[in-house]
């Protein structure tokens, strides 16, 4: 899967200033990502997946983000949201993979109403930040119940792509290739088999007689979030070395006596300063992906401090990967800022990517002070 990844970055990363100017993916780096069977590595083996342990993915994410961070970003939205979809029931699963590389997106945010009716649901509501989307089969939305359901809480849905409607507003600063657009829904009918309440994912989530027998289907959701996510944060991290280093020979820096940024002193420490946190981001993600993958062939239970660090790390490998992207951004100097210089791009991705709200360093490392200090969780998110 890691060659296999390797072998699109070239053509993802000849493409990448189209997805930033067009945002979206290109049908050519669509079809390469299909061919490659990337889009497998998440699906139940029964269907033709791969159900690849946790250090693949980190390992696959990061070597597609050298070649762009949205593309990296589509990927690793549909690994982690075609695994949650191995949850449901099998007669839904069937319904799902009957798609050759079919593809689920989805997010957690309950801004839809849900009204019980015979057999199920009808959902409606408006819902934004849908990575991947644009080039999605099935979307996972979370809804509120009516008085009927309120019981359960938010409802998590599975909704084919003809049941949606896109609004383009899309018009962002970073990941813009991800074309994480809006979608709205209007009294769409759900059957029951594709509902279930969003809480069952925290704790006995797997429904699947066929699948809840596999160590993967054990490891909870936001664990396997962290895993579906870090990798991209370490490619690109990566990749804005690699394009930094690949522009060296020959630069100055402008105003100073130097004939060439390479000779710099100023220059070295930048980049082995860059490097070392890179490095860093990877043995972080890479040593938790191991740990997932033991704990999962052992079948243990996960501890509520186990949950607390996969969020930490998840928050730490993004915090050293933008450090690394920031000081490379800073020594790419003033020409760095045109739109066909990857770095500029690298930078807003990777800032973007911080931003998002389990991802963010300053809220992770909150909750790793609060677990030290003797305090409980401030979110139910773990």
Not at 115 to 143: M, P
Not at 169 to 178: A, F
Not at 337 to 363: C, F, G, K, M, W
């Amino acid at each position: 899967m890691v060659a296999r990844a390797s072998e699109l970055v070239p053509l993802i990363r000849g493409r990448a200033q189209w997805i930033d100017e067009n945002r979206r993916l290109p049908a050519d780096v669509i079809e390469g990502i299909e061919r490659s069977g990337l889009l497998k590595m998440r699906v139940p083996t029964r269907y033709g997946g791969y159900q690849s342990d946790a250090r693949t993915l980190i390992d696959v994410h990061a070597e597609i983000a050298r070649g762009d961070s949205s593309a990296a970003f589509c990927v690793s939205v549909w690994s982690l949201i075609n695994w949650i979809a191995g949850l449901y029931p099998d007669e839904v699963q069937d319904e799902v993979f009957a798609t050759p590389n079919s593809r689920v997106c989805g997010t957690l945010a309950a801004s839809g109403k849900a009204s019980r009716t015979n057999g199920g649901y009808v959902i409606s509501g408006e819902w934004r930040f849908n990575s991947g989307v644009l080039h999605s089969h099935w979307k996972l939305v979370v809804a509120e119940p009516d008085e009927a359901g309120a019981g359960e809480g938010p409802i998590m849905a599975i909704l084919p792509a003809s049941s949606f409607e896109v609004v383009d507003d899309w018009h962002t600063h970073g990941l813009r290739g991800s074309g994480s657009v809006s979608v709205r829904a209007h009294d769409v009918f759900v059957p029951q088999a594709r509902v279930r309440p969003v809480m069952e994912f925290f704790d006995e989530q797997c429904k699947s007689e066929t699948n809840s027998t596999q160590s993967i289907y054990q490891v909870p959701m936001l664990v396997t979030s962290t895993i579906a996510t870090a990798g991209q944060c370490v490619g690109a991290a990566e990749a804005a070395i690699e394009h930094f280093l690949d522009r060296l020979p020959g630069r100055k820096i402008t105003y100073t006596d130097y004939e060439t940024q390479q000779n710099a002193p100023l220059t070295h420490l930048q980049v082995g300063e860059a490097t070392l946190l890179a490095e860093e981001a990877r043995l972080r993600a890479q040593t938790f992906a191991d740990f997932v993958d033991a704990k999962a062939a052992r079948n243990e239970p996960w501890t509520q401090a186990e949950r607390i660090r996969s969020r930490v790390e998840m928050g730490r490998v993004a915090q050293l990967a933008q450090e690394s992207i920031r000081i490379i951004s800073t020594a790419s100097g003033g020409s760095s800022i045109y739109n066909d210089v990857p770095i500029q791009r690298i930078h807003r991705d990777i800032e973007t990517i911080a931003l998002h709200a389990l991802t963010s360093p300053n809220t992770n490392i909150e909750l790793l002070g609060r677990h030290l200090c003797g305090l409980e969780p401030n979110t139910t998110y773990l």
